[in-house]
């Protein structure tokens, strides 16, 4: 059984950076697609970054246009960790971010949460003014 652990939230002013962690455990790390996702009171879950795999840590990336330039997604296969660098955080960034994983074929990017079987709990960023 997958499990996916999230790490490095927090709370944050505007302007700041965070770097969100994700550990995952079971199945082959190095063979899933993955993403991150948020979820702000109120608001349905969103996208925000996605990952494919590809010859070691390489992998094709897409981002939401709200954080392009901003965020960046990346893994480390031998870690079995994916991470989400945030900088120049807005308020708007506030939410449950959520890290995904799921198996995929190479060079695959999966952006919707139907796509994906296993999830983490979610962590909490939180952006002050």
């Known amino acids: 059984q997958v499990q996916l652990v999230e790490s490095g939230g927090g709370l944050v002013q505007a302007g700041g950076s965070l770097r969100l962690f994700c550990l995952v455990s079971?199945?082959?790390?190095?063979?899933?697609?993955m993403g991150w996702f948020r979820q702000a009171p109120g608001k349905e879950r969103e996208v925000v970054a996605a990952?494919?795999?590809?010859?070691?840590?390489?992998?094709?990336?897409r981002y939401a246009d709200s954080v392009k330039g901003r965020f960046t997604i990346s893994r480390d296969n031998a870690r079995k960790t994916v991470y989400l660098k945030m900088t120049t955080l807005e308020t708007e960034n506030t939410a449950v971010y959520y890290c995904t994983a799921d198996a995929a074929q190479r060079q695959v990017i999966k952006t919707a949460s139907f796509e994906y079987d296993s999830w983490g709990k979610g962590i909490q960023v939180t952006v002050s003014s």
């Open positions: 079971g199945g082959t790390f190095s063979r899933y697609a």
């Open positions: 990952i494919a795999w590809y010859m070691g840590n390489s992998g094709s990336t």
